[in-house]
């Protein structure tokens, strides 16, 4: 009779010996859950509007300082094009590491 009560204090200690690691990973994906439930459809719509805006915004800056250069100072480049394009590459840069900052996850993660 007294082996089986051993038998079940054993368990019963093995339980609260994991207690600590079990309440952690509860929480961590509770908090998961609640940060992913954010995560709609409106989520990627204001993503994909984020990037669109950062990408046309540094280009029209480009094409407008390019154009000004171009009206002040006569030269054989064309600066409207080349600051267009360098524009055009600063905010696909720029997006990227936005949408690379959001995919990541999270440290807490497991």
């Given at each position: 009779?007294?082996?089986?009560?051993?038998?079940?204090?054993?368990?019963?200690?093995?339980?609260?010996?994991d207690?600590?690691?079990?309440?952690g990973?509860?929480?961590?994906?509770?908090?998961?859950a609640?940060?992913d439930?954010?995560?709609?459809?409106?989520?990627?719509?204001?993503m994909?509007?984020?990037?669109?805006?950062?990408?046309?915004i540094?280009?029209?800056i480009?094409?407008a300082?390019?154009?000004?250069i171009?009206?002040?100072w006569?030269?054989?480049?064309s600066?409207?094009?080349?600051?267009?394009l360098i524009?055009?590459m600063?905010?696909?840069?720029?997006?990227?590491?936005w949408?690379s900052?959001?995919?990541?996850?999270?440290?807490?993660e497991?």
């Amino acid at each position: 009779m007294s082996g089986n009560n051993n038998h079940k204090n054993g368990k019963k200690d093995k339980k609260e010996k994991d207690l600590p690691g079990t309440v952690g990973k509860k929480a961590s994906r509770r908090i998961k859950a609640r940060r992913d439930r954010d995560r709609s459809v409106w989520f990627g719509l204001g993503m994909f509007g984020m990037v669109g805006w950062t990408v046309a915004i540094t280009t029209v800056i480009g094409v407008a300082l390019g154009m000004w250069i171009d009206r002040t100072w006569a030269s054989p480049y064309s600066w409207t094009l080349t600051l267009l394009l360098i524009g055009l590459m600063i905010g696909i840069l720029n997006a990227w590491y936005w949408v690379s900052k959001e995919s990541r996850p999270d440290d807490d993660e497991d």
